[in-house]
């Protein structure tokens, strides 16, 4: 059993012992951390009764593991460089020791205001450490965090409020992205008119512009850390409580709270991230994702500080104020470990490469990638022009709900090649489904992708809907978690993600719901109906595409279409937006309703020559008359 691979030998030998003796692998992981109490089962529970539980019976604080283990050893190591978003403007770095310090003071905030174990706090943040010291404030004393992602609407923002009924809000004035402000206190009000559970409002100053105050509900963070002590108790928590409720889409519906627990997503993000990015002592490993989503949770918080990480939390955009950005903050702060989205590299190969070139990229080791598929282009362009062509690329794949990474390269171990996400980590065990729910045996195969056994990272539920987690993930074969992705297996058994195999869309990595962008556009007037699907975009990867059936006059449609992205953006979220929008007679429907999206993905894509069988539609004329149509 080996806790840091270094050998792709070491990786087959682990592999096979983990599928010998999950639990004893599990059991040999869970024991490097600090327990207030050892568990007293490693595992229990199944898939099919949708009931998993990992290390029952232990205590423990996950900041004890992420912080206050490191004092005596790492107390001075760097554990964040902060990098704002403007490259001129005020930057530091705070040691492991500092850092414990600020989430006890901040801990001790929020129990002043009357915020206990199990309560939901709901972070609506800039990417600065104290967004970080927020959550990491939360987990000392129990209280179970939601960081809903700084680009979303108010009522976006307030629906997430409203369904985990949370008590208090932290946020910013305001917040500066690019060359764009957002006025999050301004959005904030807003959400709360319509959110009567958040008692009260810690507001961290960033961009001093005048907002609006309410007092008895808002207070000002550096006024309450002001006399706060930095000696903090944390909370006891059983393996099995919750640390996180995290909102992501799904193919139907509104968004859901993703649950994750202490004891299982701290073995698992540490574990993964260890094991895939190889960062040594003396690197600086900088992940550019946003703490709003999952990837920000487990590798740019947890997984790093669980192994006494450098990290980098980055403020800005890979194009403000010019397409260097990145490059020049690799240089500064020598990065060796850089992992981010396809999307980011797509969009920065289309400038002129002496935006690389101006700088030194020497330091860099690894590089990564998440979050969707990435094309041979931008893998080899990524490889050659950033990583000089000698820094391994992880392609890492993963889900909100899995936690943490399941399939990738491990840095430097794993023999990599483009577009693929290699292997899964030991102790997981992916497999393909075929239509008929049996699983496909053998390489060079392709089918659904599903997850044969538990794994500590998996989340337990959907916050105060358990139906809705069991339907989407446990029921469509038994026994199996299913992710909702199509994989291919090659020849070599190397599996490649080849996208989702439902509704869910991945815009520039963030993943988006269609049926949440139909519900936003139907709330105009003149729309009677919409059918959203993805289509291929050059540098988002996926494009929104909408068509819709509309009542009325529609005078000027380049305004018709300023008004529906108004609303996306209004309702949801500016990244919501359609690419494109196609008024259509009618859409093609099943005689039982039901819309064939297959037929639209095809238009929207541009591949019209093989649209298969539609004489199973109610009026297969509406095909011609939308191949005919045009989007604006
Ligand atoms: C997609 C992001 C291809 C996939 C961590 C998955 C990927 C969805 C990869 C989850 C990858 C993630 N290659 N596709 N390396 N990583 N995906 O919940 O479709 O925001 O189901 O989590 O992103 O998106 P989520």
Not at 283 to 300: E, K
Not at 438 to 448: F, S
Not at 495 to 516: C, F, M, P, Q, W
Request: aromatic share 10%; with cysteine.
């Amino acid at each position: 059993m080996w806790l840091n691979l270094k050998s792709f030998d070491e990786y087959e030998e682990t592999f096979e012992e983990s599928k010998e003796d999950r639990l004893k692998f599990w059991d040999h992981e869970a024991g490097t951390f600090y327990w207030r109490k050892r568990w007293d089962k490693t595992q229990s529970g199944s898939f099919k009764d949708a009931n998993v539980k990992w290390f029952e019976g232990g205590k423990l604080n996950i900041t004890e593991n992420a912080l206050d283990r490191h004092l005596n050893t790492i107390g001075n190591k760097t554990a964040f460089i902060f990098e704002p978003n403007h490259p001129d403007s005020f930057r530091r770095t705070i040691t492991y020791k500092q850092l414990h310090e600020d989430v006890c003071r901040f801990a001790n905030v929020l129990e002043s205001k009357g915020v206990e174990k199990g309560d939901r706090v709901v972070i609506y943040m800039a990417m600065t450490p104290e967004l970080v010291i927020s959550a990491l404030a939360c987990a000392r004393i129990g209280a179970v965090h939601s960081i809903v992602f700084a680009g979303f609407s108010s009522q976006a923002l307030s629906e997430r409020i409203n369904d985990c009924d949370a008590k208090m809000l932290i946020t910013n004035d305001g917040l500066r992205r690019g060359d764009k402000h957002v006025p999050l206190k301004d959005i904030s009000d807003e959400a709360l008119e319509n959110s009567p559970s958040v008692e009260s409002v810690i507001v961290c100053q960033r961009t001093n512009r005048e907002i609006d105050w309410k007092e008895g509900r808002d207070e000002w963070w550096h006024i309450l850390i002001r006399n706060a002590s930095k000696q903090h108790e944390a909370v006891e928590m059983d393996a099995e409580d919750p640390l996180f409720i995290l909102y992501t889409s799904g193919s139907t519906g509104k968004p859901k709270g993703v649950v994750h627990t202490c004891g299982g997503y701290m073995v698992y993000t540490s574990y993964s991230f260890r094991q895939v990015f190889q960062v040594g002592a003396e690197d600086v490993y900088w992940c550019t994702a946003d703490a709003g989503w999952i990837t920000g949770h487990s590798y740019i918080i947890y997984g790093p500080l669980f192994n006494g990480a450098t990290g980098i939390i980055f403020e800005g955009t890979p194009t403000y104020p010019d397409a260097g950005r990145l490059w020049e903050v690799v240089e500064k702060y020598k990065v060796t470990h850089f992992y981010t989205a396809p999307t980011a590299i797509r969009a920065l190969m289309s400038y002129d490469i002496d935006y690389v070139k101006k700088y030194d990229l020497s330091s860099l080791k690894v590089l990564g990638t998440v979050g969707e598929p990435i094309n041979e282009e931008a893998w080899h362009w990524y490889h050659d022009h950033i990583g000089g062509g000698k820094c391994p690329i992880v392609d890492t794949w993963w889900q909100t709900e899995t936690g943490g990474i399941m399939i990738s390269p491990l840095a430097g171990i794993t023999p990599t090649k483009p577009g693929f996400a290699t292997l899964p980590l030991p102790g997981v065990f992916p497999t393909l489904m075929d239509e008929d729910g049996n699983e496909i045996k053998g390489n060079g195969v392709q089918g659904n992708l599903c997850i044969k056994h538990p794994w500590p990272g998996i989340a337990r539920t959907v916050y105060g809907d358990h139906e809705r987690y069991k339907q989407t993930y446990l029921s469509t074969y038994e026994g199996y978690y299913f992710t909702g992705d199509g994989c291919r297996r090659d020849e070599d058994g190397y599996y490649r993600i080849t996208g989702r195999v439902d509704d869910v869309l991945n815009v520039s990595g963030h993943r988006l719901g269609t049926a949440e962008i139909e519900n936003a556009l139907d709330e105009h007037p003149k729309v009677v109906e919409t059918a959203v699907v993805g289509y291929p975009h050059d540098i988002k990867g996926q494009g929104v595409y909408a068509f819709m059936i509309c009542e009325g006059e529609i005078k000027d449609q380049e305004e018709f279409k300023k008004e529906l992205l108004d609303l996306v953006a209004k309702i949801i979220s500016p990244i919501a937006k359609p690419d494109k929008i196609q008024v259509v007679k009618g859409l093609p429907k099943t005689r039982s309703g039901k819309i064939m999206r297959r037929i639209l993905r095809k238009i929207a894509a541009d591949d019209v020559d093989n649209l298969g069988d539609t004489s199973t539609l109610l009026d297969p004329s509406v095909v011609e008359d939308i191949k005919e149509g045009k989007a604006v």
